[in-house]
């Protein structure tokens, strides 16, 4: 099935490529608290971001999509990262959904999860899920509110020992 692509009301939303590695590395930069948040490196994770995929999928698996304010404007106001068909066929991974703190509090971050929920769907997918740091209990709170669910925990290094972060995922969507 051919997926639609992704599209966000009233913003201009684009897949990014390897070319606007800068351009991530900056909204990164700008973001130093999340990524000191979550014991991230923001220049690392910008620098790999499209190569870092589990070893049974391929970097074209992995869609990286910036937010723009309005279209013809470079500059992003947000990030989503998403791969395809992970753990199973039917599965979604969201790696990061990030708005920079100007344009939070709006709907925006909810506006993007069904704009992804649409695409994925449109795409063949079932369900998405994600790792929520186990420190960042205000994204937790998100994502329930948004009808993701605990099904599991993963434990991660963190700076004292290790973390057992949530694994969320929503309910089931779009079509067998
Ligand atoms: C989580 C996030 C994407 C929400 O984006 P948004 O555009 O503000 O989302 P909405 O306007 O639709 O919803 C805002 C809600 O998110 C909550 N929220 C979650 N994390 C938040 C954060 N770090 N900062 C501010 N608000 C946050 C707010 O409390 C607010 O709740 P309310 O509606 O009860 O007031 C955004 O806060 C963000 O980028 N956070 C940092 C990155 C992150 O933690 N991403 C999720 C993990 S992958």
Request: with cysteine; aromatic share 8%; charged share 20%.
């Amino acid at each position: 099935m051919i997926a639609r692509s992704l599209e966000l009301a009233g913003h201009a939303i684009r897949q990014l490529a390897g070319a606007d590695v800068p351009l991530i590395r900056q909204l990164f930069d700008e973001r130093s608290d999340f990524f000191r948040l979550i014991n991230g490196d923001a220049a690392f994770e910008a620098e790999q971001i499209f190569g870092d995929v589990p070893p049974s999928k391929h970097p074209k698996d992995k869609l990286v999509f910036g937010i723009s304010a309005q279209r013809a404007d470079d500059r992003i106001i947000g990030l989503v990262e998403l791969l395809r068909g992970y753990p199973t066929q039917d599965d979604w991974c969201i790696g990061l959904l990030l708005i920079v703190p100007a344009h939070r509090g709006r709907g925006l971050g909810a506006a993007t999860i069904a704009a992804v929920i649409q695409f994925v769907a449109s795409a063949g997918g079932r369900t998405l899920q994600l790792v929520v740091q186990a420190q960042n209990s205000a994204a937790l709170q998100f994502w329930q509110r948004h009808g993701f669910v605990i099904r599991d925990r993963v434990h991660q290094q963190a700076a004292h020992g290790t973390n057992a972060s949530p694994i969320v995922r929503s309910a089931a969507f779009g079509s067998c």
